[in-house]
């Protein structure tokens, strides 16, 4: 079932809001930014995935604030963005995400480590974290 999720999460993100996401995009980094303050629950979660398509670093430290939005949608929505950002840090991060309250997160999250390390850990914070210590000292 969590795999389905992710599954249904990305094609979601491939299909049937991938207009809406390019839209966002072409918007500056700074209107993204204000999106993400200022915007509806529906905007931040799409300023959060028109994020992850910036390459900028400024774009990733949006990413990483968004990871502590008080909505699960935009954080999950975070986490899968993170995914191919360079740095221990935002391991650490998607790790820290495996324990937050809503399931849909911990499910992004994993499946967000799943794509950037290859393998499966599960939801298990400490397995990841361990597995963290080796990979990436």
Do not use: N
Request: proline share 4%.
């Amino acid at each position: 079932e969590d795999t389905e999720y992710a599954k249904l999460f990305q094609q979601m993100l491939e299909s049937r809001f991938r207009e809406k996401i390019a839209a966002l995009s072409s918007k500056s980094l700074l209107e993204l930014q204000m999106l993400q303050l200022e915007g509806s629950p529906e905007h931040r979660a799409f300023a959060a995935l028109a994020l992850g398509d910036r390459p900028e670093p400024q774009a990733t430290e949006a990413l990483l604030f968004l990871l502590r939005d008080g909505l699960p949608v935009v954080r999950g929505a975070a986490a899968w963005c993170l995914a191919q950002r360079p740095g221990k840090h935002i391991s650490t991060q998607l790790v820290q995400l495996l324990e937050d309250e809503d399931r849909r997160v911990r499910v992004l999250a994993q499946s967000a480590l799943v794509r950037r390390f290859g393998e499966d850990l599960g939801l298990d914070p400490a397995a990841w974290r361990g597995r963290l210590e080796i990979l990436e000292g």
